[in-house]
T-cell receptor, first 114, second 114 residues
Framework: KAGVTQTPRYLIKTRGQQVTLSCSPI?????VSWYQQTPGQGLQFLFE???????NKGNFPGRFSGRQFSNSRSEMNVSTLELGDSALYLC?????????????FGPGTRLTVL | AQSVTQLGSHVSVSEGALVLLRCNYS??????LFWYVQYPNQGLQLLLK??????LVKGINGFEAEFKKSETSFHLTKPSAHMSDAAEYFC????????????FGSGTRLQVQP
């Protein structure tokens, strides 16, 4: 079974632009979560979607948004990019909504903001 | 909210030596605990998880962790380090009861010396 895929793997943008990242979960998985990884802040939770509904949101500004489609694929969007948005963005999928569910991570999209 | 603390941002061991990576959690309820590994330029791979079924949890690649409630610890061990174990290791706890979001520790970079 194919793992979580994220596109693109690398992205370079300039301040003020917006960006859309894509995540395809493992087949059959209905929950998708997004995390931001930076050297300074570590791994931080952005948001989680289950059955096209945002179930949980981390402490990030409204410039960060996401959505999930009926096939469970998810996108996250960052508008008005800032230098501090440079990070590795990781997507994780899980099978159901259970607390003990394992989250399987994709390889990430490395975003560089110049 | 639950949290985890990883003691030691860098750990160096010799090949063949015991690996011990420390993780302490704070939780007012029985937690779900996870260890993930991240190799350079890759996403996170699950090593093992604790879901209260057994206090000693065996994972992949010869790693195991023991849940000790009295010490609020979930340390990761491997009897004999291999060069391929060099990576960054993250301990994580379920952020809030009833939700899937993970709270990660700051990570421990393991270096294996020949």
């Amino acid at each position: 079974k194919a793992g979580v895929t994220q596109t693109p793997r690398y992205l370079i943008k300039t301040r003020g632009q917006q960006v859309t990242l894509s995540c395809s979960p493992i087949s059959g998985h209905r929950s998708v979560s997004w995390y931001q990884q930076t050297p300074g802040q570590g791994l931080q939770f952005l948001f989680e979607y289950f059955s096209e509904t945002q179930r949980n949101k981390g402490n990030f500004p409204g410039r960060f948004s996401g959505r999930q489609f009926s096939n469970s694929r998810s996108e996250m969007n960052v508008s008005t990019l800032e230098l501090g948005d440079s990070a590795l963005y990781l997507c994780a999928s899980s099978l159901t909504s259970g607390e003990a569910d394992t989250q399987y991570f994709g390889p990430g999209t490395r975003l560089t903001v110049l | 909210a639950q949290s985890v603390t990883q003691l030691g941002s860098h750990v160096s061991v010799s090949e063949g030596a015991l690996v011990l990576l420390r993780c302490n959690y704070s939780s007012s309820v029985p937690p779900y605990l996870f260890w993930y590994v991240q190799y350079p330029n890759q996403g996170l791979q699950l090593l093992l998880k604790y879901t209260s079924a057994a206090t000693l949890v065996k994972g992949i690649n010869g790693f195991e962790a023991e849940f000790k409630k009295s010490e609020t610890s979930f340390h990761l061990t491997k009897p004999s380090a291999h060069m391929s174990d060099a990576a960054e290791y993250f301990c994580a706890v379920r952020k809030d009861t009833g939700r899937r979001a993970l709270t990660f520790g700051s990570g421990t970079r393991l270096q294996v010396q020949p």
